[in-house]
């Protein structure tokens, strides 16, 4: 069985060598290589599955660095007992031209290649060339497995990390990374969040009104994702803690956050159980305001109470007194 293996590769290899490397180098200088690499890819698959196992540890995505270089990994196993394990040299074919890979920190089948970008690039397409050694019945024989054509793109538009991972409403948050612009926009749970633009590596937020107590996932309104903040409540104070007023005076709370509220302003919910006694406006507190002053007017004569909620916070009962 293994001599009848050897002799069908032996057959792909002969085949096959000349036609894959030539359609591997048009692949890599003409647009339309992907109908190409369909007949090739079948062909690859073949050779390779004979004696190696090649497996391609490069990531499809880099984050720009300043140095502009990236490294590419392969993983190389052996299959075949004929294969001897020093002759295995895994070269890469990038911009034209075949580099020799080195072993890697991260084991003895691992290889790798620093390939610097060069400048005004994003992108690179590559594929790999193994050379390697087999023993045969009249002697050692050289063969060579290619793979399939693949392609990186080098970014440079990425978040890095929030500066917390928890914050109340109206906190404000530095959000690091690279690339931003003054249109972006950050989302906290798919809702809009007030945002400054302080540079290209930096933004900041304040935590809009979302649900208190749960995790939610922040991105960029272009769709990057930055991370998942746990937003606490915001604590809002209310002063006075009660009203007495006569009818047809007008009294003042002051509502206050601990945060600037978001862009649209914070909404804060006040009911009562004397609708007849108090007559006062909605109370929002203005975008990038920390309070604001509301009032309060007395109806018919009574008595009642304020009844302040707000997202994760305990509710406050403010007692009004109209006489």
């Given at each position: 069985m293994g001599h009848h293996l050897e002799f069908v590769c032996n057959a792909l290899q002969t085949v096959f060598y000349q036609l894959t490397f030539s359609m591997q180098k048009l692949a890599l200088f003409f647009s339309g290589r992907r109908p190409?690499?369909?007949?090739?890819?079948?062909?690859l698959l073949l050779l390779s599955g004979c004696d190696l196992t090649v497996k391609n540890l490069t990531p499809p995505t880099f984050s720009e660095n300043p140095s502009q270089t990236y490294s590419i990994t392969l993983q190389v196993n052996k299959r075949s007992g004929v294969v001897s394990a020093d002759s295995i040299q895994p070269n890469i074919v990038i911009d034209g031209q075949i580099f020799p890979m080195v072993r890697s920190a991260l084991g003895d089948d691992v290889y790798e290649f620093d390939y610097r970008l060069p400048s005004g690039r994003q992108n690179g397409a590559y594929y790999f060339l193994v050379n390697y050694e087999v023993s045969a019945g009249t002697g050692p024989k050289i063969r060579d497995t290619f793979t399939e054509l693949y392609e990186f793109t080098v970014v440079n538009r990425y978040a890095l990390t929030l500066e917390v991972d928890r914050a109340p409403v109206g906190a404000k948050v530095a959000v690091l990374g690279r690339g931003f612009t003054p249109s972006d926009t950050v989302m906290v749970g798919g809702m809009p969040a007030q945002t400054k633009f302080e540079s290209s590596t930096s933004l900041s937020f304040h935590v809009p009104p979302v649900a208190a107590g749960q995790n939610h996932q922040v991105t960029l309104s272009s769709g990057l994702d930055v991370g998942t903040i746990r937003v606490?409540?915001?604590?809002?104070?209310?002063?006075?803690?009660?009203?007495n007023l006569a009818q047809g005076e007008s009294g003042m709370l002051i509502f206050s956050i601990p945060a600037p509220a978001p862009a649209g302003g914070m909404v804060i919910n006040v009911t009562t159980?004397?609708?007849?006694?108090?007559v006062m406006p909605e109370v929002i507190v203005p975008a990038g305001d920390r309070s604001v002053n509301v009032s309060v007017q007395g109806g018919q004569p009574?008595?009642?109470?304020?009844?302040?909620?707000?997202?994760?916070?305990?509710e406050i009962i403010i007692p009004i007194t109209v006489r």
């Open positions: 190409v690499l369909g007949v090739m890819g079948a062909a606490d409540p915001a604590t809002v104070r209310v002063v006075p803690s009660s009203l159980d004397a609708p007849a006694s108090v009574g008595n009642g109470s304020l009844y302040i909620s707000v997202s994760g916070q305990n």
